[in-house]
């Protein structure tokens, strides 16, 4: 079945930009029925969405974050990614990727999730 | 940006009791944008509800969503071990600025 998987470093000093990379398995991330998104959880609080990318490229984010967020898609690789530029300690956190449909406007499918902690 | 508040913060109840989790957003939201999560320690969250009342594959028929507008209601007609964790509910919003938006959460624990 489709799985997702988050890759990238755990630590990121402040003031640089976070990467992280999503694989898409057991199914096609060029399919026109969903987005792939990022999510993301500091410690011990709620779920943040970040933004979201369809397989065309086309993309939207969370206005809160969108000055500094880019998000990408690489359909050859099966895999999308997220650059999050000038990192605090506030941008420390879990961070999830996910697929939502284009119709049912909910997460169905979670990576496990990937710790990036934000520090000198 | 339409605000999503959930009630309890926490919800202290016994195994087989029901559970009754509150999700209201500060303007109208469309059922069709309105989904439940769980999440349990140390793991991703996991879809539940979507359209505000349709349970996803796989989910026990003790889970059911309702309502409309402002005010939708998760329930647990008879708590089980594992449904012990945090709830989240989750809109979409399709006018500007658009975009997801999450409650900040209902834990269930046990009493």
């Known amino acids: 079945q489709l799985q997702l998987q988050e890759s990238g470093p755990g630590l990121v000093k402040p003031s640089e930009t976070l990467s992280l990379t999503c694989t898409v398995s057991?199914?096609?991330?060029?399919?026109?029925?969903?987005?792939w998104g990022w999510i993301r959880q500091p410690p011990g609080k709620g779920l943040e969405w970040i933004g979201s990318i369809y397989y065309s490229g086309s993309t939207y984010y969370n206005p809160s974050l969108k000055s500094r967020v880019t998000i990408s898609v690489d359909t050859s690789k099966n895999q999308f990614s997220l650059k999050l530029s000038s990192v605090t300690a506030a941008d420390t956190a879990v961070y999830y990727c996910?697929?939502?449909?284009?119709?049912?406007?909910?997460?169905?499918?979670w990576g496990q999730g990937t710790m990036v902690t934000v520090s000198s | 940006e339409i605000v999503l508040t959930q009630s309890p913060g926490t919800l202290s109840l016994s195994p087989g009791e029901r559970a009754t989790l509150s999700c209201r957003a500060s303007q109208s939201v469309s059922s069709s944008y309105l989904a439940w999560y769980q999440q349990k320690p140390g793991q991703a969250p996991r879809l539940l509800i979507y359209g505000a009342s349709s349970r996803a594959t796989g989910i026990p028929d003790r889970f059911s969503g309702s309502g409309s507008g402002t005010d939708f209601t998760l329930t647990i007609s008879r708590l089980e071990p594992e449904d012990f964790a945090v709830y989240y509910c989750?809109?979409?919003?399709?006018?500007?600025?658009?975009?997801?938006?999450f409650g900040p959460g209902t834990k269930v624990d046990i009493k």
């Open positions: 989750q809109q979409y919003g399709s006018s500007p600025p658009g975009g997801f938006t």
């Open positions: 057991g199914g096609s991330i060029s399919s026109s029925s969903y987005y």
């Open positions: 996910a697929r939502h449909g284009t119709v049912l406007l909910s997460f169905d499918i």
